[in-house]
């Protein structure tokens, strides 16, 4: 069991069973509670759906049906990505009748797949989030070439590899990686049997060599990381804030001598495979 500090939060995984924990905001050691309702109430009609995070299984959390209930009475409409570790029936029906798209993440696992099946059979909208580090990418290419993910899926989405968090470094995509390189120049052609999806950390490697893809179909990064009280200001406030327009100034300003800036626009400064090649 691997347990993680950081800030406010305790975050614990298992890699035998890929069993995740992550508590809430901690305050002298008990969780501070949730502020969700008020977020939606702000968001109505100011957006149209929330991605429910929280890492791990958003459909094991112990309000889940208020938090889905909650969405859909702000007019919001929630999707999420799970591990698909404690997913069933009545869940996946849950899903049907409140979410727009529900994305399982690949981990290999039986319990990845019957995930899928139980969202499938109860129709819903179901996508495969792939995580493309160093030791998969070989991997996802067989897969779509040989059609090995399960027949009725939306979609895959091919999520890069990031150094943070519990991302070891050894795992980054480099310049030089030749399976990258094969897999985007196979991503595009009419061969491929699913729709196929990229993250935005992936758009600047697709901007300078995005081989069969359309450039004109990638979007972007709107370019704000901080944390603020949302019992002192509102999410209006904090949009419009000092803080929002300074972090996305720094980030307009750098690469200033690329030529294909204008596409790539706002990105994480982090995310190493797309500082190599700018």
């Known amino acids: 069991m691997k347990i993680r500090r950081e800030k406010e939060f305790i975050s614990m995984f298992d890699e035998y069973t890929g069993r995740y924990l992550r508590t809430g905001i901690l305050k002298d050691g008990v969780e501070t509670g949730e502020d969700f309702k008020e977020i939606a109430r702000q968001c109505k009609g100011q957006t149209y759906q929330f991605a429910l995070g929280g890492c791990g299984d958003p459909d094991q959390h112990e309000n889940f049906i208020d938090i889905l209930k909650v969405c859909r009475e702000y007019e919001i409409v929630p999707n999420f990505t799970t591990l698909g570790f404690g997913m069933t029936k ?101 061969e491929v049997p699913y729709k196929i999806g990229f993250d935005l950390c992936t758009v600047p490697a697709l901007v300078h060599h995005p081989g069969n893809i359309d450039r004109n179909s990638l979007d972007t990064c709107e370019g704000a990381r901080w944390s603020v009280d949302l019992r002192k200001y509102t999410i209006k406030e904090a949009w419009e804030s000092e803080a929002f327009h300074s972090f996305q100034n720094h980030l307009k300003s750098v690469c200033a001598g690329c030529e294909k800036r204008s596409l790539c626009m706002i990105r994480m400064p982090e995310v190493t495979l797309e500082r190599i090649l700018m």
Not at 110 to 127: C, M
Not at 172 to 178: E, F, P, Q
Request: aromatic residues 10%.
């Open 90 to 190: 009545e869940t996946a029906q849950l899903c049907k009748e409140y979410c727009g798209v529900v994305a399982v993440s690949w981990y290999r696992n039986e319990y990845t797949v019957r995930a899928i099946h139980l969202l499938l059979e109860s129709g819903v909208k179901t996508n495969i989030h792939y995580v493309l580090q160093k030791s998969s990418i070989s991997e996802a290419l067989e897969n779509l070439k040989n059609s090995r993910f399960p027949k009725g899926i939306n979609a895959v989405v091919f999520l890069l590899h990031k150094p943070v968090g519990l991302g070891e470094h050894e795992q980054m995509v480099a310049r030089d990686n030749k399976d990258f390189w094969e897999f985007i120049e196979y991503i595009g052609n009419e």
